[in-house]
């Protein structure tokens, strides 16, 4: 007999600066993160206690100096760069009949491993 499973997703993203490195300033570089999770410029200015025009131009400043179109096209470019690291998970957790959430929750943990994105550099 074939019992029901309901399946949970939970995902996650986690993104890093690269330090030390040759393109960015590193009030340019603070700002990659949030908008790499989607925040806009206004939260930006607001978690990092800045005013939103600083934040603005610390985009603009670096979007200029990577040659990005908008703000897709820099996060793209400075994860091909190495500037920006982005770790992705996503956790599966089995709801079946007879065991409750906590203990899915702990099977499903051992067996999963956050995933890293990287990007592989083209030998021109």
């Known amino acids: 007999m074939v019992q029901a499973a309901h399946f949970k997703g939970v995902f996650g993203m986690k993104a890093e600066v690269v330090k030390n490195n040759p393109f960015l300033t590193p009030k340019e570089t603070g700002n990659l993160p949030f908008l790499a999770k989607g ?18 131009r610390q985009i603009e400043s670096a979007r200029e100096k990577l040659g990005a179109k908008n703000v897709a096209h820099l996060i793209a470019i400075a994860i091909q760069k190495g500037i920006l690291n982005i770790s992705i998970w996503l956790l599966m957790v089995v709801s079946v009949p007879g065991i409750d959430d906590d203990q899915a929750a702990r099977v499903s943990r051992t067996r999963l491993r956050p995933v890293r994105i990287r990007t592989v550099r083209r030998k021109d």
């Open 39 to 56: 925040d806009s410029p206004r939260q930006i200015s607001e978690l990092r206690c800045r005013s939103i025009i600083t934040v603005r």
